[in-house]
């Protein structure tokens, strides 16, 4: 069992720049896969980004490749998302999840409570 508490959202301008960060509880961390998604209203789960259990394994929606970076620490038992150049499209709440590289919401086993992130032109 892993729980997942999400922070860093918040209100910044198009070009801006935010950190979210994804702290889980357990001493299992380090075995977990994790991966971020993000829900806009009306629109579908997607994926935004994942790490392998070990952080040198990255992978990344298209729509973020290039602006978005995911990192882990696994001692302070945390996922980190640093979002550059935001635009008014990534405006969403943000979800960390454990346990998978998928792209597919369906194949993480836990979820965390989601954060909003909303950018303004």
């Known amino acids: 069992q892993v729980q997942l508490v999400e922070s860093g959202g918040g209100l910044v301008q198009a070009g801006g720049s935010l950190r979210l960060s994804c702290t889980a509880s357990g001493r299992t961390f380090s075995m977990y896969d994790m991966g971020w998604f993000r829900q806009a209203p009306g629109k579908e789960r997607e994926f935004v980004a994942a790490?392998?259990?070990?952080?040198?394994?990255?992978y990344y929606a298209d729509s973020v490749k290039g602006r978005f970076t995911i990192s882990r620490d696994n001692v302070k038992n945390t996922v980190y998302l640093q979002m550059n150049s935001l635009k008014p499209e990534d405006t969403a709440v943000y979800y960390c999840?454990?346990?998978?590289?998928?792209?597919?919401?369906?194949?993480?086993?836990?979820w965390g409570q989601g954060t909003q992130v909303t950018v303004s032109s």
């Open positions: 790490t392998g259990w070990s952080g040198r394994n990255t």
């Open positions: 999840a454990a346990d998978s590289t998928s792209t597919t919401p369906g194949d993480y086993d836990y």
